[in-house]
């Protein structure tokens, strides 16, 4: 059923019953996570955010191949620090739709992207920023619209607010294309050279792991670990990481979409 474990996990923390008809399933949902909506994306003034864990997870790339302690790392748990990040609020995807931060949801230490059928969206962007580095984030997509496509990528700074890249740089190292059941994750790599893909199997259904690797010379993509994706071009200049489930309405089946992500982490370039 459409959207339906995405409001089981927020029934878990709310106390709510859970969602059982299709027809009540989009109320049940909003209604479920009103209270966890914009208001907790703001933090308390004075306030920092917690360290970052060197190794967060056993199928990381971080910890396949020693990159270290992050730099800085996002963990979901409470709120998101506006400092911290760029919230979306503008035209979706080529003027489709809208992307706003009234779509974006925390609950159970996870946050959640979430699509309406009206092509109402949303998008982020965090704020630091590095030329060349690593990036790693933990996603579970679930069935839904095909016409949406949940994205995680490296955008040139402050990204989000346009559809092109102002300097023809782009690293989408997670896309899911005209893909309902979720299970055909795509890496994109956009340079004044040209554009270079790699696609997999992988049932994105679950946790996974997606980490991209930016450096003077190349660009390498990991799935849990695992290389799938290699360049020897690449970006040169300062990008943003961005979690974004984007609109294409027309191209794929119509309806509603969900995106979760339990974390997010920045790596320097290290010696690894």
Known sequence: MLGLQPALALRQ????????????LRTGVLSMVAA???STLTAARGETAPACP??????SAAEAHGWG????CAEFDDYLQP???????????????RRSSGQLYLGDGTLYLYGRADGTTAGLASQHVQTYGRWETRIRLYPGAGSYHPVALLWPQQGGGNVRSSTGEEID???????????????FLHTPQGQEQAHAEVDMTTWHTYAVENSRDGVVGYIDGREWFRSANAAHSPMSACLQLDWFPGRGSAGEAWMEVDWLRIYPMGSS
């Open 13 to 24: 923390i709310r106390g709510a019953v859970a969602v059982v008809s299709r027809s009540h």
């Open 173 to 187: 190292f997670l896309e899911v294309i005209d893909d309902p059941e979720r299970q055909r994750p795509a890496f």
């Open 36 to 38: 966890l909506a914009l």
């Open 54 to 59: 060197a190794v967060p997870d056993g199928s």
């Open 69 to 72: 302690a992050p730099a800085w």
């Open 83 to 97: 400092s911290d990040w760029v919230f979306y609020d503008s035209p979706g995807h080529a003027g489709n739709g």
